[in-house]
């Protein structure tokens, strides 16, 4: 039971900041493209960006 | 300029992006440019989106990226990104969900597994806490589409699904606050993820069609250069056109609006309009219609129509009117709504009533009734047709015909009759010298100098044919054309010519319109003969359609002459010289005998006819007018794809009905044990999960069906 209580919230971080990070990178337009990531690493010398 | 004011954002569409190299060729040329903040290219909707400063005009990017290699189109960048945002907004509520739906059934599965007591009230409080909030994220596109439709007093699939998935809810939220042994929210919520992976397939499908289209959108003719009365000129947008205006028109122009020619001759191409493939020559007081391209020589034009009043307009408000009777049509899953969701209720009420009448209190009732509504909640029907229309569309994509919605395939598999164009669809709309031209090495040259030198469809035919043997052209000198007679010169002192057969004094042979003669110096003319190519697979195309019961004809705007050879070698009924407007007469008149029309066309001419039809499809080839109007788009230089669809829309039409038997045959195996009160959640868990990998598995084997 004691072990419960530490496992269940450290579950549910988990879940909650993956969750999180997909919808940071939505909205930050990372899946808008998937075609062009998929080609981008052929790109020898992208700069910066 | 304050730099922090003037930030200014702009889109073109690309459509000539192929690979990496072109992504970083234009990023790192655009780059550079004084004023421009950032530059990237986007890939999969072939556009590139540019924050630039005031410094530079959206002009002069546009020409920077021209001068890449690239040609650029600018777009009006409201619509497409609204498009978007529906996809975005169900991608985030299917996270949302799938993040409920993992933690609320691990809680779920611990009570299953025997815990009890305070151990199983704290998981049952937990599983609240999840599930309340994902279900009111999540379930919005459910319950806005569910309102919507009740307010306008119908019904759809989204009706049942949000009564059950609110109803299990709130329920169960009851049963945890008393201490019962049964919540639902693993069911409410994972019922919610599978039907959100539906919805999402069937947006991401429409998403990527529309790109592939809107990637190819252009505008016909964006503008002309008037004439002052001062003798100046200046360039106008066609919107800003006026009657009475003088137009100059170039030769390789398109004329922007009607008018009547002032001054010049030249000849005309008008196959985007009327599908006629032969230019027409026009000299002053002829009339030129807006959409048509001038080929040979400068005109000047007065205006008498402009904007929304030239003919090419006008087939723009028919192609509107042809297509509303398009939108009454109501697709599979919500007809199957229409008879679904009234049965549900009606059960899950009448369990209700039965159990209250043998006296088992209203709270046991309930529970019974709120176990058929989840049983029964359309989880399998929800997936049933979006996931084997994706999977379909995927196929033919990888064939090269794109489908623009699932509704298109519902409405081709029920096609029962086919119409198609000549021009372009049937054959390939490029015209090929027939046999081998029985002309001398030299005379070619003479010949591909003569014909590079005019923008008529029948020289650069032979231009393109010659340049294609590798011929070199000879030095052709004082090249002169003769509007609606042919283009002459001198070679090493001996008039060289090409032309009408007449003009040169050859004798026309059958089919007089489709040749033309060649001179050098005395000699006999040579009479080179072309004709606009069949598809190669036309044929077996045609023969496999007739088969499958759709009934082939040709409708053509073009002239007897020139489409009845092709029906003969076809073998199919044929109707020629048709405007735009008989053409959808034609199809109205089918359609009123209950046949349901599919139309293949790709010319401006042939946009109503595609919008009137039940449904429609254009060869990639096809103007913009053709490809916004078809329901299915397919590229490549073979007509197979015609058939190829049309056997995979009934393919998957077999599956989406298979489907529906797999999920009503569940319900009826599962709807007993739920009015029996025999259902626990984690039965309920267990029926709903088997039956979605069912008709998931069973829409996986339309996988090959394009082949």
Not at chain 2, 102 to 123: I, K, Y
Not at chain 2, 159 to 187: K, N, Q, R
Not at chain 2, 312 to 340: F, K, T, W
Request: with cysteine; charged share 20%; aromatic share 4%.
């Amino acid at each position: 039971m004691s072990g419960l209580a530490l496992l269940i919230p450290v579950a549910l971080l988990l879940g909650l900041s993956g969750l999180a990070a997909f919808l940071w990178a939505l909205s930050r337009g990372q899946y808008e493209d998937l075609d062009g990531a998929a080609v981008r690493i052929l790109i020898d010398d992208e700069g910066e960006a | 300029m304050n730099d922090a004011v003037a930030s200014e954002h702009v889109e073109f569409v690309l459509p000539g992006v192929k690979c990496a190299a072109c992504i970083a060729k234009i990023e790192n040329g655009l780059r550079p440019i004084p004023g421009v903040r950032d530059a990237r290219v986007n890939f999969t909707s072939k556009r590139v989106s540019i924050d630039h400063s005031s410094e530079v005009t959206a002009e002069a990017l546009r020409r920077a990226i021209g001068e890449l290699g690239f040609d650029a189109e600018s777009v009006s960048a409201v619509a497409p990104s609204a498009d978007r945002a529906e996809s975005t907004a169900l991608l985030r509520a299917l996270a949302v969900a799938g993040f409920g739906a993992m933690n609320v059934m691990l809680l779920s599965v611990s009570v299953w597994a025997g815990a009890s007591g305070p151990t199983r009230d704290l998981f049952h409080w937990l599983s609240a806490l999840i599930a309340m909030p994902t279900v009111a994220y999540a379930g919005r596109p459910f319950f806005k589409s569910a309102w919507a439709a009740l307010r306008r007093r119908r019904t759809n699939m989204d009706v049942p699904i949000s009564i059950g998935v609110v109803l299990a809810t709130v329920l169960s939220l009851f049963e945890t606050i008393v201490g019962g042994p049964h919540t639902y929210f693993d069911g409410a919520v994972s019922l919610l993820f599978f039907l959100l992976v539906g919805r999402y397939l069937d947006c991401a499908m429409r998403d990527r069609a529309r790109d592939g289209v809107t990637a190819l959108m252009r505008e016909t003719a964006p503008g002309a250069t008037i004439l002052l009365p001062g003798g100046n000129t200046a360039w106008k947008r066609a919107a800003d056109l006026e009657p009475g205006m003088r137009m100059l028109v170039a030769a390789g122009e398109r004329f922007a609006a009607d008018g009547v020619v002032e001054e010049g001759e030249s000849t005309v191409d008008c196959s985007l309009v009327t599908g006629e493939t032969l230019p027409e020559a026009l000299s002053a007081g002829g009339t030129a219609a807006a959409g048509t391209l001038n080929l040979s020589h400068p005109l000047t034009v007065r205006v008498t129509a402009a904007g929304d009043r030239t003919s090419l307009a006008e087939i723009m408000r028919m192609m509107e009117a042809a297509g509303q009777s398009r939108s009454l049509y109501v697709r599979i899953a919500d007809r199957a709504a229409r008879l679904y969701a009234p049965a549900v209720h009606a059960l899950a009420l009448l369990s209700f009533g039965g159990w209250m009448l043998a006296g088992a209190g209203w709270h046991q009732s309930l529970l019974i009734a709120v176990a058929v509504l989840i049983i029964t909640c359309p989880c399998a029907l929800g997936l049933a047709v979006p996931v084997a229309q994706v999977v379909a569309a995927g196929a033919l994509m990888r064939r090269g015909i794109l489908v623009k919605d699932g509704s298109a395939l519902e409405r081709l598999a029920e096609a029962n009759c086919v119409r198609l164009d000549k021009t372009g669809t049937v054959t390939r709309g490029r015209l090929q010298p027939i046999g081998s031209l029985s002309l001398t090495p030299d005379e070619k040259q003479a010949v591909l100098a003569l014909a590079r030198a005019s923008l008529h469809p029948l020289s650069r035919a032979l231009a393109a044919y010659l340049e294609g043997q590798q011929v070199m052209a000879a030095p052709v000198e004082d090249l002169r054309e003769h509007p609606g007679l042919g283009i002459e010169g001198r070679l090493r002192g001996a008039r060289v010519a090409l032309g009408r057969p007449s003009w040169l004094g050859a004798e026309a042979g059958e089919g007089a319109t489709l040749q033309v003669a060649f001179v050098s110096g005395g000699s006999t003319p040579a009479l080179l003969r072309f004709a606009d190519e069949i598809r190669i697979d036309a044929r077996d195309t045609i023969e496999q359609l007739a088969a499958m019961g759709l009934d082939p004809a040709i409708l053509s705007g073009d002239r007897q002459e020139a489409v009845k050879p092709v029906a003969q070698a076809l073998g199919t009924p044929a109707l020629a010289e048709l405007m735009p407007a008989d053409k959808v007469n034609t199809i109205a008149l089918l359609q009123a005998a209950a046949r349901r029309v599919l139309m293949v066309g790709d010319g401006l001419n042939d946009g109503p006819a595609l919008a009137a039809g039940h449904v429609s499809m254009a060869p990639a080839s096809a103007t913009d007018v053709g490809q916004s109007a078809a329901d299915v788009v397919f590229l490549g230089d073979r007509l197979m794809p015609v058939a190829v669809a049309v056997r995979a829309a009934r393919r998957t039409r077999s599956i989406v009905r298979q489907n529906f038997a797999l999920a009503i045959g569940y319900n009826l195996l599962a709807v007993p044990l739920a009015i029996s009160g025999r259902v626990t959640p984690l039965i309920a868990a267990a029926a709903m999960s088997t039956s979605s990998v069912l008709v998931l598995a069973n829409a996986l084997r339309l996988r090959n069906c394009a082949r």
